[in-house]
């Protein structure tokens, strides 16, 4: 009888405990779908909105002169809405960010994947990242008050103050962190067994990284290619301190140049009253730039889903 009351108890407290933890599992299980819901809606919430002010705008702007103008200037008397001038900076100082984040970042991640050792690894990874958590304004006095005078002094006299130039080139330096991270955990994904394969036919070191696990990664490689330019699109405080806000139609480096963002900074910080043309011209900037980086991602994901390696 003793033992079967032991038992008994036992059992009982097994169903407790399992109810308990069924109990706490939902509970979980609630949360974590709560914030999975809440960032799908943080988005669809943010699309409307622009979908919304976007066609307000386009209720007194033709869309033939909002994509074909080569002039901007909504704060003029006689406005004009051209905005191929905004996506021209924009571009500009994008390219000139790739020129310098996408061989670094990636040579970067080819030596920390296959040339630095275990112990070195360990601090020079982290030690790359951290310049990710240095605040885009102290990027952009960087730019202004440094490489700009730099640049000034030694390669280009009469370099103004403003330019693209400085910009994309501080740019680049800060999304080196974003292609190099992504990349070297691409490459160091690849199989190890690949590596040897290529030794064991004679491969030399170079060859194998270049040849063997470069190609292999190629679709994570990419990925962080798309990831770094799409951040430089949306990059804000350093093109607004050191590219200037001069709207103009130029592919010269060296003058000054307002890119979307800037000019969304430029409106929203300034004393346009809500509600007016001038106002709503920082919604149709954002819905082009939402779409720019929208179509940037889904050829991403494309380009990964179309060559990824499975091993």
């Known amino acids: 009888m003793a033992v079967e009351a032991r038992q008994d108890a ?3 407290e097994w169903r407790r405990s399992g109810r308990a933890r069924r109990v706490r599992e939902g509970i979980v299980r609630v949360v974590l779908t709560a914030c999975a819901y809440l960032s799908v809606l943080t988005t669809v919430g943010i ?54 984040a996408l061989p670094v970042g990636l040579g970067a991640a080819i030596y920390l994947s296959e040339y630095a050792s275990a112990g070195l690894r360990r601090w020079l990874k982290p030690a790359l990242e951290v310049l ?4 885009t304004i102290v990027y952009g006095f960087f730019a202004l008050t440094f490489v700009t005078p730099l640049l000034r002094d030694t390669i280009f006299p009469g370099l103004p103050s403003f330019n693209a130039l400085s910009a994309g080139l501080v740019m680049g330096v800060m999304i080196i962190p974003t292609v190099a991270s992504v990349s ?9 067994s690949l590596r040897e394969g290529a030794y064991a036919l004679g491969a030399t070191k170079r060859e194998t990284a270049t040849k063997v696990v ?27 301190v050191a590219a200037g806000n001069r709207a103009q139609l130029t592919a010269n480096p060296l003058e000054s140049v307002q890119t979307m963002t800037a000019f969304i ?6 004393e346009t009253a809500r509600g007016t043309l001038t106002y709503s011209t920082i919604f149709a900037v954002g819905m082009t730039l939402f779409l720019m980086t929208l179509l940037l991602n889904l050829l991403s994901y494309w380009f990964v889903r179309r060559y990824r390696e499975v091993y």
Request: glycine share 8%; with cysteine.
């Open 184 to 192: 070297e955990d691409a490459l160091y994904a690849v199989p190890r």
């Open 265 to 270: 900074v430029q409106v929203a910080s300034g």
């Open 10 to 12: 036992r059992s009982g």
């Open 132 to 135: 990710a958590g240095v605040p």
């Open 47 to 100: 699309v409307f909105v622009l979908i919304f002010e976007t066609i307000n705008f386009f209720r007194q702007v033709s869309v033939f002169e909002f994509l074909t103008s080569t002039t901007w200037t909504p704060t003029f008397t006689n406005p004009t809405f051209g905005i191929m001038v905004l996506i021209c900076g924009t571009l500009l100082t994008t390219a000139i960010a790739a020129v310098v």
């Open 214 to 240: 470069v190609p292999a990664a190629l679709s994570g490689i990419v990925a962080s290619f798309v990831l770094g330019i799409s951040r430089a699109v949306g990059e804000t405080m350093i093109v607004a």
